[in-house]
């Protein structure tokens, strides 16, 4: 499945309002359109949010209408499965619908990243970096994602790192699903579970909520240098160096045998 020589690849970093992206592709035209997307679709949100303040609040599942803008009913449904608030899925969905638009650019390599959250569909593998929370000089996990694994979604929520309301304690809960918007809420959910006495009884709990979660291929959660997995795992790789250098990764290792431009 991998190429005889090196494509072309593009790999573009942008800001848009509060969404941090990571785009990859082998198409300029995909990376256009995906660019595009995020912010017309941020654009409807921010409008529809102003009649309808409840989606913004919301820590529970609720009803949106049809004539929501696509971004909104996407968030909504993948936080009803989960029983979590649109917002919880919202990254996610951005992520998704910028795939969606990427994808009509006929690129044979895409993938998505909006602040952790992964969208991506390709021929080639894929290496997506996840810090689990273990410290600044310990080596990430990572994924390398392969031809049969695609389209995917890959999130994290962490109760430990960052600003994200949580209710739990894991450090990092990594889930993949079919979409990223799923696993975006999914990650949330399971880390509002990931609670107990002890890192062995949080991460059972957060395992067990899990499983009331439909379409999910796996999930990891991560704790005071433990770690629970339930699922068929992909393949793991090590990814050496700190926090930062993890963080920045990213979906960089995508790019082995990729002449970037």
């Given amino acids: 499945m991998s190429p005889a ?58 009803h949106v209408e049809s004539s929501a803008p696509r971004v909104a009913r996407v968030a909504a449904l993948a936080a009803r499965a989960a029983g979590v608030g649109p917002m919880a ?53 990572g994924f390398r994602l392969h031809p049969g694994d695609f389209p995917i979604g890959v999130a994290t929520s962490s109760a430990t790192i960052g600003h994200a309301l949580s209710f739990g304690q894991a450090d990092a809960v990594v889930v993949i699903a079919d979409s990223a918007a799923l696993a975006d809420a999914a990650a949330t959910a399971i880390c509002n579970e990931a609670r107990g006495s002890g890192p062995e009884e949080a991460i059972e709990r957060g395992l067990e909520a899990s499983r009331s979660i439909g379409g999910l291929r796996f999930v990891a959660i991560f704790l005071d240098g433990r770690v629970g997995f339930r699922g068929d795992p992909p393949e793991l790789v090590r990814i050496e160096g700190g926090v930062w250098e993890i963080v920045e990764a990213g979906l960089d290792g995508a790019l082995a045998g990729y002449e970037c431009i």
């Fill in 5 to 62: 020589r090196p494509r072309r690849a593009l790999r573009v970093r942008r800001t848009i309002g509060e969404s941090r992206l990571h785009l990859i592709s082998d198409s300029p035209i995909g990376v256009g359109r995906a660019l595009a997307s995020v912010v017309e679709n941020r654009a409807l949100l921010r409008a529809y949010l102003g009649s309808n303040p409840a989606f913004l609040t919301s820590l529970d599942p609720i």
């Fill in 89 to 141: 899925a919202l990254p996610g969905a951005l992520a998704d619908l910028a795939l969606e638009e990427m994808l009509k650019g006929g690129g044979l390599v895409n993938a998505v990243e909006n602040g952790g959250e992964v969208a991506a569909n390709s021929i080639d593998p894929l290496v997506v970096g996840v810090y689990d929370g273990s410290g600044m000089g310990s080596p990430g996990i």
